[in-house]
Each structure stands twice: as C-alpha cells, then as structure tokens.
C-alpha cells in the first residue's frame, strides 16, 4: 500500500510506492536531465569528461551526477572520470561507499580492535587460574 510523502525535490505531496523519493512530475524532469547528459557523454570526445565539466555543459547539478553513478546509471567504465565523493572524506570514489584510503584506514583499525581483544581475552583466561583459598595451619 502506498504512503503520502513530501517530494524530496520540490515538497509536494506524492504517493510513495518505494521506488523513488520524488514526485512523477520532478521524475520526468530528472528522466530528461539524465537523457541530456548520456547524450552529452556519448559523444567520443566527451566520455573522459569529468563531473565538473558535464555540469558546466549540461547545467545538471553535481549531487544528480553522483546519484545515477550511485545507481548504476552512468556506469564507470564507460565513463572513466565519474566517480562520487566517500562517504567519509569526499574525495571521489569509483565502487564502494569509502574511498581506498579510508577502507585501508577502516580496516587497520579493525585489526587493531580485534588484537586488543584477543589479548583482553588472554589476560582474563591467565587470571583465572587456582588460587589457594587458605593456607594449611600448622
């Protein structure tokens, strides 16, 4: 069943059905930005054209861009210079949600959290040991 939402573009109300965040009319303007740029990039001269460039060309926001690349639209290796910003330092990234250096960043300290377990979990198997609970009497 469908809900009542605000557009994300231009906040009139729509029915939502779970496929897009904007209304059918901001849909059909987005449709017709998108065909104005794969037109624009499927000249040869234009396919190395970078994310600046097809917004100075096109007049299609940057934020538009990195959504149909998000989306798998405008597919990197066709178009090599597109990418979208990490999503944690902004530099541009081609596949992933993090950019190289912050996923090698991530992942080491990951590896540094899970050596400080494990050695958590040795010096609390070493302090488990007998103890004796009271000395003989003599």
Request: aromatic share 8%.
């Amino acid at each position: 069943m469908a809900e009542v939402r605000n557009c994300s573009a231009c906040n009139t109300l729509f029915n939502y059905t779970g496929i897009r965040d904007i209304c059918q009319k901001c849909a059909a303007v987005e449709e017709e930005q998108y065909q104005m740029v794969y037109r624009f990039l499927r000249k040869r001269e234009n396919r190395a054209a970078t994310v600046e460039r097809i917004c100075e060309a096109t007049g299609v926001s940057a934020s538009l861009l990195y959504k149909w690349v998000r989306k798998n639209r405008l597919q990197q290796a066709m178009f090599p210079n597109l990418g979208y910003p990490c999503d944690q330092c902004g530099h541009l990234t081609y596949g992933a949600k993090l950019c190289e250096n912050c996923s090698d960043t991530l992942k080491k300290e990951i590896k540094h959290l899970e050596a400080a377990e494990e050695f958590r979990t040795s010096v609390k198997k070493s302090e488990n040991g007998t103890y004796l609970a009271q000395r003989p009497n003599k």
